[in-house]
Nanobody, 113 residues
């Protein structure tokens, strides 16, 4: 059974940083591309970032480019999202995602003073 468990969210002031983690199990993590998706209150899902299976290729939405960094540790079956220079508009529930419609339960990030 595919399981994706996000952690690392919380309340942070504008300009601050957070590092999200996603622990994966139930599939061969190192063989699959992975993504982060977020959903702000009252809005639809927004794709944030993706990384290929080996970690050598990364992709970002324009809204986070230059501020967020996606990475993965295939030995630990874990996906990461380093978020710097956070803005109030980054407030959302962040989900890690595996192709085929698999999402975790998400972790809430709130950026507010």
């Amino acid at each position: 059974e595919v399981q994706l468990v996000e952690s690392g969210g919380g309340l942070v002031q504008p300009g601050g940083s957070l590092r999200l983690s996603c622990a994966a199990s139930g599939f061969t993590f190192g063989s699959y591309d992975m993504s982060w998706v977020r959903q702000a209150p009252g809005k639809g899902p927004e794709w944030v970032s993706a990384i290929n299976s080996g970690g050598g290729s990364t992709y970002y939405a324009d809204s986070v480019k230059g501020r967020f960094t996606i990475s993965r540790d295939n030995a630990k079956n874990t996906l990461y999202l380093q978020m710097n220079s956070l803005k109030p508009e980054d407030t959302a529930v962040y989900y890690c995602s595996l192709r085929g419609g698999y999402w975790g339960k998400g972790t809430l990030v709130t950026v507010s003073s």
